[in-house]
Every structure is written in C-alpha cells, then in structure tokens.
C-alpha cells in the first residue's frame, strides 16, 4: 500500500497523567511503529529513556508504589514532575496529556508551563468542559509565538464524536441539532478516580470545586447511593464550542447526555451521535454514528488522541502552530 511521503519515524512521545487512560495510553503505544513512548509523568514523578518505556515496568511500578519516578532504570521522584521532564527530554515530539483538569484551569496552566519553558512541539488534550477549552483558545496566540500546535478536546466526547458529526454535517445545507449520547462502563471507579471526579461535577448540586474536595470515600459513599450510575444530561461540554467555532452549528444545537456506570464493565448504553439536518433539497434527515459496545472509553479516548497527535506532528513540521480542535482536523492513523 503507498502511502504519501510523511513524518519520520517512530516519532519520540509522551504521556502527562498515567492513571486510567495514562496506563492505557501506554498499552495503545506498546505494538505501534510510529510512535514510540519515552516519558511519562504522574503526580509524583516521571522517567524518561530515548529508547522507549517499557509499559508493563511502568504499569507495574505505578500500581505497586504510586508513581512511576520509583523505576530503577531512569525513573526519579519530583514534586513537580511536569517542568521537570519538560526540562529533562527536550526531544519529545509530543505529549498526550492524560491528567485531570481538577481544578477547572489546571490544563490551561499546565499549557502556560509549556510556553514558558520554550520547548516546541505538540500537545493534545482530551478535556472535556465548555469553560476548560475556552481558556485553551485564550492561549491560541501564545501558543502559536511559543512554536507549540496543540489540539485541544480530542478525546471521545469532546472529540472522535465532535469529529464524526463535523464529518456527518457535509450532507446538510444546514444544521438543525447535534446530540450526543454515552454509555460508560468501567468495573472499578478507581480506576479513573478524575474521569469520575469530573463527571459527579455535572451532577445537580455539584460544581468542579465541590467535586475535586470530595475524599475517595465521599465518591464512594455518592456511588453506593445511586447504586453505581451517574446519569447526566444538558452537560457542559465543549462539542458545542468546538463545533461552533468550525463553522458548523450553533453551540446551543449541540447536546451531550449519557449514562456512566462505575461497578460494571459493559456500557450501559450504545455511545452514539445524531446529526440532524436539511439537505439541500429541503429534506430533513438523521444521521447516527454509534460506537461499537466492545469498545472501551479508553479506547475510545486515546486512539483518537494519538491520531490527533499524529495529525498535530505533521503540521508541526509544515510550520503550523497555534491551537485546533477535534472539529477542524482529521486525525491521523497511527501504525
Ligand atoms: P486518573 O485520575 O486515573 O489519573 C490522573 C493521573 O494524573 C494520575 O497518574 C496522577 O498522578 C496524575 N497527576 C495528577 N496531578 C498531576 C500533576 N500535577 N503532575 C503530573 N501528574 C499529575 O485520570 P483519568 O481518569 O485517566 O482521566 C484523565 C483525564 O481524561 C480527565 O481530565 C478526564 O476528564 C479526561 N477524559 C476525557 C474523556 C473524553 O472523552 N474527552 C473521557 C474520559 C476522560
């Protein structure tokens, strides 16, 4: 198969955040060719080798000691781990960034890290709210004098559904509603304790402050009560800005919803996307694009987020910086 003339590879990355979808992420990396991991950081430390992490020493050593800075071979234990990896591997390529956005300007500050250090490259984010990804596009000229591309909500949702409705909406002279639905099943919630965090955030009576003070047993005690389920509708999430700023549809068409249930590893219901329009002859029409049932939200989150990374790389190396969205990119496969 040809394919067109492209990047050098395998293209030197690294993950921020290694819980859930950081020790996914590493798992995803593990039998690619393209891509090669070679730092990682968590809250307590970080490590980093040129010739590639091990994502079994690395999962192993994460699960037994609660850091990754406790590997023998290159890891080392740092209060501020981020500005010192940053500092330590100036050849990273590109960093997923798989960390929580607890507070609510945490991304954002950790962009700020970013410019400040002078290193260029590409980030991705995979963050969720409205409010989040509007301080990332506060930052967009930053961004672009400090030679930084960063592609900002490309996860699931925000992201490989963003995607897909701004691919589905070309049928359409014009766009009436886009709605999002997701079905989450994880079998343990401490597994992805941010994921969860942010979610109760959107809960009636919630806010992100009230969700971040929360202890472990606060959530559990709120989980033990709701039987394990997190319903959620009218969410804050930045589909709608990101789908508004391509051009498409107005923020206030766009609507995300679903259902997430934390003791059982089957989703609760089929993730899935409408796109509803008028087609140029003055029919009105649905799309619906919907995710496999086998597929998990890790999946679903970090495979979109390397192929933005990908996708981010190329237009680095073309000299295009500054800040893009799920919306306006199309991601590329990673191999
Ligand atoms: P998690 O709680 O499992 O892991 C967070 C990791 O970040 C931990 O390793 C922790 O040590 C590390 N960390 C925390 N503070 C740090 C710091 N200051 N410096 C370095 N590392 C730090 O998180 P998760 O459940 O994997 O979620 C990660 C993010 O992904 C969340 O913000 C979540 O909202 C987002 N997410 C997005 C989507 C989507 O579809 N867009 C879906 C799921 C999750």
């Known amino acids: 198969m040809s394919t067109l003339p492209t990047l050098t590879t395998p293209l030197s990355v690294g993950v921020l955040g290694f819980g859930g979808l950081g020790q996914a992420a590493a798992r995803i990396l593990a ?10 950081a968590d809250g307590k430390g970080y490590i980093h080798d040129p010739a590639g992490l091990d994502a079994d020493t690395c999962i192993r050593a994460y699960a037994s000691t609660g850091t990754l800075g406790t590997i023998a071979a290159g890891g080392v234990l740092s209060q501020q781990s981020i500005p010192d990896l940053i500092a330590a591997a100036p050849q990273v390529q590109g960093y997923f960034l798989a960390l929580p956005n607890l507070p609510n300007t ?3 500050s950790v962009a700020q890290q970013f410019i400040a250090s002078g ?3 590409v980030l991705v984010d ?17 961004l ?17 559904l963003t995607a897909a409705a701004a691919l589905a909406a070309q049928s359409y002279a014009e766009i009436h509603a886009v709605n999002i639905t997701f079905g989450v099943g994880i079998a343990n919630w401490e ?18 402050d009230r969700a971040r003070a929360m202890s472990d047993e606060d959530v559990a005690a709120l989980l033990d009560s709701t039987n394990g389920l997190i319903s959620l509708e009218n969410m804050e999430h930045a589909d709608d800005i990101m789908l508004e700023l391509a051009g498409i549809v107005d923020r206030d068409r766009v609507t ?4 997430v249930d934390t003791r059982n590893a089957k989703k609760p219901l089929s993730t899935n996307v409408q796109i509803t329009g008028r087609t140029f002859e003055g029919k009105t029409s649905t799309h619906t694009f919907t995710l496999g049932d086998e597929t998990s939200m890790a999946a679903n989150v970090c495979g979109p987020a390397f192929g933005y990374l990908k996708a981010g790389i190329e237009l680095h190396q073309r000299g ?13 496969f990673v191999r």
């Open 106 to 108: 945490f991304m954002a």
């Open 191 to 208: 597994a992805y304790r941010a994921t969860i965090r942010e979610d109760i955030a959107h809960m009636p009576g919630y806010d992100v």
């Open 320 to 332: 295009i910086h500054g800040l893009f969205t799920a919306a306006e990119i199309m991601p590329k």
């Open 31 to 40: 039998p690619k060719r393209e891509m090669r991991l070679v730092a990682a």
């Open 256 to 259: 995300v919803g679903g259902v």
């Open 144 to 160: 672009a004098q400090a030679g930084i591309t960063y592609m900002t909500g490309c996860g699931a949702t925000p992201g490989l």
């Open 126 to 142: 995979a963050m969720k709210r409205t409010s989040a990804v509007e301080q990332m596009i506060a930052l967009r000229d930053d």
């Open 119 to 121: 290193w260029k490259g």
